[in-house]
């Protein structure tokens, strides 16, 4: 159980489009889904908390009009990276948590396999 | 999120033999989580500590919960060479969903 799956696992695209990321949780409902940005060699810097239903809670410093995150249902949020620049170029990873599993793991956060996001 | 001191950064080590790292943190945690990243991969949960002075074990893996709620440290026993990757500690500060995580532990296993 708490399989969380991201889409896609890689992708290239070129300065200034936008690019969607999904997140699923496969087996249980996420009532809170967080969004993390990992550069090499470093630790998971969150960037933003959603919550189904309400507008995503952003990290200090992080742009929200250029990272548009949607979490429309309790399996999916997406990350949307708008007019990317090279300096966007990341390893995107989500995460997820649930009541599914009740108690004390609804603190428990799984998470998905990571984005790697290249804009030339 | 509040920082936590992880140590050590990276070790290399034999395999076969005992691995053991930590994390300390100046607040109280709740919660205490431990995960293992390979490279290009999300991190995956190794064990999760719920209570203070909590000793859990997953097969080769043993962590505990400090006793002051500020720390907590994992153990790897006998050594493989799939223990290879980065280790990460996570935790809860009270009534907070989100992760504080430490800087990582790269383990290197020689064979």
């Known amino acids: 159980g708490a399989v969380v799956s991201q889409h896609p696992s890689w992708v290239i695209c070129k300065s200034g489009t936008s690019v969607k990321i999904e997140c699923r949780s496969l087996?249980?409902?996420?009532?809170?889904m967080f969004w993390y940005r990992q550069f090499p060699k470093q630790s998971l810097m969150l960037m933003a908390t959603s919550n189904e239903g309400s507008k995503a809670t952003y990290e200090q410093g992080v742009e929200k009009d250029k990272f548009l995150i949607n979490h429309a249902s309790l399996t999916l949020s997406t990350l949307t990276v708008t007019s990317a620049h090279p300096e966007d170029s990341s390893f995107y990873i989500c995460s997820a948590r649930g009541w599914a599993f009740g108690g004390q793991s609804a603190y428990e956060q799984y998470f998905g396999p990571g984005t790697r996001l290249t804009v030339t | 999120g509040q920082q936590l001191n992880q140590s050590p950064q990276s070790m290399f080590i034999q395999e076969g033999e005992d691995v053991s790292m930590n994390c300390t943190s100046s607040s109280i945690f709740n919660t205490w989580l431990w995960y293992k990243q390979d490279p290009g991969e999300g991190p995956v949960l190794l064990i999760a500590l719920y209570k203070a002075g909590e000793l859990t074990s997953n097969g080769r893996l043993t962590a505990q919960f400090g006793i002051t709620r500020k720390d907590s440290f994992l153990n790897i026993s006998a050594s493989i060479p799939s223990d290879v990757g980065i280790y990460f500690c996570a935790g809860h500060l009270s009534n907070d969903y989100k992760l504080s995580f430490g800087a990582g532990t790269t383990v290197t296993v020689r064979a």
């Open positions: 087996d249980f409902q996420a009532t809170t």
